[in-house]
């Protein structure tokens, strides 16, 4: 299993501001993804990586960008927080090479943009 | 059509009783399933993965595949108060390398 985390785990912001969201996983996993969730919605892909260097846009359209400089680090960066971007934002990794697809989720960080 | 579709619930389910999941899929050469659970305001965890048609138990859960019929099932047999949560339907898609997921069923087991 899985360690991953996330930081912060709840976040408060003013419109405009730029926020940088941390997931750092310490298992080697190749691929990392970020997953955005409203209370009670689906979970959208929003980014995701193959290993580094490598990030890819999710089926649903964010105004955030990723990188991977790092193989266990993925950070999300909004450069200017809006109000429409108050969700939860999900984090997870897996292995590459293993038979399945099995992704381990991190604690979420929840944003809030007033 | 939704790619990964499951009924949105509640399901409301007596304390002991079996509750059944159902979830289906739109990609026929789908190959790996997976059922999570999500607590209100926590991020999913793992519950089962499948990848054979058939069935798969662990502990209180069973995990039901038909790929000719495209769907994937969820048991959980003896439920407890606990369980009450959502659970999201996971399926990797033929391409591979990706996770596409149901908008998860509800469950409410009442004591």
């Known amino acids: 299993e899985a360690d991953i985390y996330q930081t912060p785990r709840y976040l408060v912001i003013g419109t405009g501001k730029k926020i940088t969201l941390e997931c750092s996983q310490t298992?080697?996993?190749?691929?990392m993804y970020w997953y955005q969730q409203d209370p009670g919605m689906e979970l959208h892909l929003i980014h995701y990586s193959y290993g580094v260097n490598s990030t890819e846009k999710g089926d649903l359209s964010s105004e955030s960008t990723v990188s991977r400089i790092r193989t266990e680090h993925f950070p999300l960066t909004l450069e200017s927080a809006r109000p429409s971007h108050t969700s939860q934002y999900l984090c997870?990794?897996?292995?590459?090479?293993?038979?399945?697809?099995?992704?381990?989720f991190g604690p979420g960080t929840r944003l809030l943009v007033l | 059509q939704k790619e990964v579709e499951q009924n949105s619930g509640p399901l409301s389910v007596p304390e002991g009783a079996i509750a059944s999941l159902n979830c289906t899929y739109s990609d026929r050469g789908s190959q790996s399933f997976f059922w999570y659970r999500q607590y209100s305001g926590k991020s999913p965890e793992l519950i089962m993965s499948i990848y054979s048609n058939g069935d798969k138990e662990d502990g209180r859960f069973t995990a039901q595949l038909n790929k000719a019929s495209q769907y994937v099932s969820l048991l959980i047999r003896d439920s407890q108060p606990s369980d009450s949560a959502t659970y999201l339907c996971?399926?990797?898609?033929?391409?591979?390398?990706?996770?596409?997921f149901g908008g998860g069923t509800r469950v409410l087991v009442k004591p």
């Open positions: 996971a399926v990797e898609g033929a391409a591979g390398n990706k996770l596409t």
């Open positions: 298992m080697g996993h190749d691929k």
């Open positions: 997870a990794s897996s292995e590459s090479g293993r038979v399945a697809e099995t992704q381990y």
